[in-house]
């Protein structure tokens, strides 16, 4: 089964992401990601990798909107707090 170039750049930064949390011998390897023209498409698979990782983390049944929402709310608080 082939995936979309949009579900491939969003396991790649879900994978980074996680790869965060992990040791450095039990990370992950993979692909570069290539720039290509607009951004939006990047920007929308970090937000989709972002927002499958919050959910697994949290268990947390939020929708996309409201995974937004909550982002939102921490920029506030941070632009706040500075």
């Known amino acids: ?3 979309s170039k949009m579900d491939q ?12 949390y992990k ?5 992950e390897e993979t692909g570069k990601l290539e720039m290509e023209g607009s951004l ?12 499958v990782l919050f959910r ?3 268990g947390s049944e ?3 909107i409201g995974f937004t929402h909550i982002l939102n709310r921490l920029a506030v608080q ?4 500075k």
């Open 1 to 3: 089964m082939k995936i």
């Open 9 to 20: 750049k969003t396991l790649v930064f879900y994978t980074n992401l996680c790869n965060a």
């Open 23 to 27: 040791d450095e011998e039990e990370r």
């Open 40 to 51: 939006t498409e990047d920007m929308t698979a970090l937000l989709m990798a972002a927002y």
């Open 56 to 58: 697994r983390l949290t």
């Open 62 to 64: 939020e929708d996309l």
């Open 78 to 81: 941070y632009c706040a707090e």
